[in-house]
Structure formats: structure tokens, C-alpha cells
């Protein structure tokens, strides 16, 4: 029976998740018991668990819920916090995070957010970020313009590694400055954080996208914008794209301050 019960737990793992019913919900933990499978997910886990929706305790339960899309890093969606740390659930392995027996697994959603249901945030806030630095390159009209601006190679390289940005919300969830705010009325003097920061360098360094510069580094120079970061550094260790944010801070902070400077010269 001891051989039974040992062999029972290895070839299984122990999934904890937080749940929440709905906004202004209480929270409450659920466990369940996943079976290993080789290359198995987080994601492939939930699955599991949607189609067996059966605590340790026995008790049927509904199914829980999560966001996700891509699967495999790219769209961001998936983010929540993972035994303690912010992540792409997508690529984090039950091997790797949970490699032996009797191992758990927590699941928590990112805290920075508010939660739709269990594992599920709302990200709004943060796309409302990138629409407030115009996150995006002006165009007039769909019809064909001719060729753009010549970049060197090195300029390439450099705002390529910019773009992979997936609005994920790591280094959002991670940040100490970022700060759960749920009245939208709020969003635009609190925090606009490093996501938001990072890309209004890609599209100021953009030879077409500097046409909205100024307008850009208005917001940053504002409340809320890149003065307000305290420089822990927590979205660089985070970032999963591995995008060099503590730079675009750097890099927003000079042109913030010569656009302050310029600014008061012609007035």
C-alpha cells in the first residue's frame, strides 16, 4: 500500500491556485492533483484541471480560469505570479519548477491588476498606457507613401530588442512603484511604469515615429511619467524578453530633461 501511495504521488503534482468567484470577491485556495506528463506546462496543467475539475478533497468544483493565446511567448497573455514569482506560465516547465516528488506548484494572479475571475486580470490599464505615449508610428492614410528612412544596423538592433515587448505585465507586477489602481480616472498621474517608458523610446528613436516626440515626453515629464520610477531595477530581472528597461529609463530620462529644458527656453 506505502509502495502504491509513494508511486501515486510521484507521477503526479500538486497544483495550489488562488481563486476569486469575481470582482470584489474574497479570495480562496483550491488544490488539485495534476498527472506528470513529459514537457508538461502550467498551461497544459490548467487543462487538465478544466477537464477534471476535482480538488484533493474530493469536491467537484468549477473549472478554473485563465488567460492565455500564443502559447508559446509571445502575446503576453498569460502572465500570473508563479510560486512567488511573476511569469509566462506558457513556458514554465513542471520539470524544471516542480522536478520531484511531493513538489507544489503555486498559481496566483498578478496583484497590480484588478482580477476578473480566479487566474484572470484586467490589463486595461496598461494599453491605456501605451495609447497615452502614442505608442505607434503616424502614417498618413494606407495608401503607398514611398520608402521610409533609412536605419543603420545598429539602430535596427537596438530598437528591435525594444520591440519584442509582449505587454505581458511583468515588470509591471514586479514593479514597487506600480501600484494597483482600479479608478480610471486615476490612470493618468499614477505610475505609467516601464512597459509604457520602453516603448515610447522605440518609436521616439523611430525616424517616422519622432513625428509624435514631443508629445510623448509631455506625458513622461508629467505626473505619473518617468520621474516617479525609484530605479529598483525589479522589471529588468523580471522581463522575459530580457529588454534592457533600466536603458529606455536611462534613455526616456535624458530626452525627458532636454525636452524640459527646450521647452522653458521658448517660452
Known amino acids: 500500500m506505502i509502495a502504491t501511495q509513494e508511486s501515486t504521488k510521484a507521477s503526479t503534482v500538486r497544483i495550489r491556485v488562488k481563486r476569486c468567484d469575481g470582482p470584489g470577491k474574497a479570495s480562496y485556495w483550491q488544490a488539485f492533483d495534476v498527472p506528470r506528463e513529459p514537457g508538461a506546462n502550467i498551461i ?43 511569469r509566462q506560465s506558457c513556458s514554465a516547465l513542471i520539470e524544471n519548477i516542480a522536478p520531484n516528488a511531493g513538489d507544489v506548484v503555486s498559481l496566483e494572479p498578478m496583484s497590480k491588476f484588478p482580477v476578473i475571475r480566479d487566474l484572470w486580470v484586467d490589463r486595461t490599464r496598461m494599453f491605456e498606457a501605451l495609447k497615452r505615449v502614442k505608442a505607434w508610428v503616424p502614417i498618413d492614410g494606407t495608401y503607398n507613401l514611398g520608402a521610409g528612412p533609412k536605419e543603420s544596423p545598429e539602430q535596427q538592433a537596438t530598437r528591435y530588442t525594444l520591440s519584442t515587448c ?3 505585465g511583468c515588470c509591471l507586477e514586479a514593479c514597487p512603484q506600480y501600484l494597483l489602481e482600479e479608478d480610471p480616472k486615476k490612470w493618468p498621474t ?36 518617468q520621474s516617479d520610477c525609484g530605479n529598483s531595477q525589479n522589471c529588468v530581472k523580471v522581463c ?11 534613455a526616456i530620462g535624458r530626452s525627458v530633461t532636454i525636452h524640459a529644458i527646450t521647452s522653458w527656453l521658448r517660452r
Request: negative net charge; aromatic residues 6%; hydrophobic residues 40%.
Open 190 to 225: 499614477s505610475f505609467i511604469g516601464a512597459a509604457a517608458m520602453n516603448q515610447a523610446r522605440l518609436f521616439n528613436e523611430h525616424e517616422t515615429g519622432k513625428q509624435l516626440k514631443k508629445d510623448r515626453l509631455d506625458v513622461l515629464m508629467g505626473p505619473g511619467g
Open 44 to 86: 497544459s496543467c490548467l487543462q487538465w484541471i478544466a477537464a477534471h475539475p476535482v480538488t484533493v478533497e474530493g469536491l467537484k468544483t468549477t473549472p478554473v480560469v485563465w488567460d492565455s493565446g500564443c502559447l508559446e511567448e509571445v502575446c503576453g497573455a498569460c502572465t500570473m505570479v508563479i510560486n512567488g514569482k511573476v
Open 166 to 168: 509582449m505587454s505581458c
Open 240 to 250: 522575459p524578453k530580457e529588454i534592457p528597461l533600466d536603458e529606455s529609463w536611462a
